[in-house]
């Protein structure tokens, strides 16, 4: 088995892939400035002694010997990585010419975690990987969107370098939900849930036309782990779930699931917010023999027990 570096492990997708890879025999080092991340979301492994936890931000260089990078560190959300735009933009190209660096100086496969937001307000649809995308290089979303496209060049620069190449892959990663995701992420499913639980208002931005297509979190770790151990192969991929969902159907079905009784209002939709969503995975069926496995509404159930068991709370 191999020595594995997780940057980002302590965060919501990063820790269920520092699960998946311990239960296959890995060795883990998670590396994490726990920004978003914390520490309870990799507790259950501190007593493993194939579990390291190092906390680091990925902005400043490290020296480590392993075999395989997954490189994910990054806050996720618009409330997050709107925290601080100019951190955010640090992260993205600092924090990947050091992990980059890690790479090439030990001959290792590097995995970049990047996003559908370099499609940004997409003018294809459904999005494939040959489309360059629609982005506003200076609107409120463009430290992390921006940020995600040079991390992309820096990799496929280091990859076709003519001194040294690194065998890189790329992942651009659709709208992914489940358990530990934070309360207070900002993001729709956290968002939606923490409402319903508590009884609020469910807050719909805009008419809740817009679309997005929710990829349930174990089949995104399956995803990422398949593209990792097909060594050689670049990308960029799309890893997501497909099935597209109006905001608005979201808002129903978790009404729905929950049993709340809470009402569903409009709020203004935010700048830059994309209006339609939906990875073509045809590349990634073909390469990797990967799809999602999980329903919506399975996925859902099950984000909702956890968001319940940690909220303790009664349903609204
Ligand atoms: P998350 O915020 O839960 O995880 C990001 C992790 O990176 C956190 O643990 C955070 O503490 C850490 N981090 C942030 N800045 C850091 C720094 N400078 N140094 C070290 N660690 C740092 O988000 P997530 O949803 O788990 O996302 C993981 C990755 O997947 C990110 O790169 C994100 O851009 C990408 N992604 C996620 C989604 C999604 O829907 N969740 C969609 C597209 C792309
Ligand atoms: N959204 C919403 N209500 C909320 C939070 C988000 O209607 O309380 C909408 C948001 O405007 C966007 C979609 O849900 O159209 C997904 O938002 P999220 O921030 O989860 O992800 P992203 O926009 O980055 O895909």
Redesign the pocket.
Known sequence: MARVLV??G?????SHLCDALLKQGNEVLC???????SKRNIQAHFANPDFEFIR????QPILLEVDKIYH??????PV?YQYNSVKTIK?NVM?TINMLGIAKRVKARFLL?????VYGDPLQHPQKESYWGNVNPIGPRSCYDEG?RVAETLTVNYHNEAHGKVNTGIVR????YGPRM?FDDGRVVSNFIVQSLKGEEITVYGEGSQTRSFCYVDDMVAGLMATMEKSGFSGPVNLGNPVETTILELAKLIVELTGSRSKIVHKPLPQDDPTRRRPDITLAQNELGWQPKTDLKTGLQKTIEDFSRRMGAKRG
């Open positions: 940057s980002g302590a965060g919501f997708i990063g590396l994490d400035n726990l920004f978003t991340g680091h931000d990925v902005t994910l560190a990054c806050p996720a959300s997050d992260t924090g975690a990047s996003t559908s937001e995600k990663i659709f709208n992914t934070l």
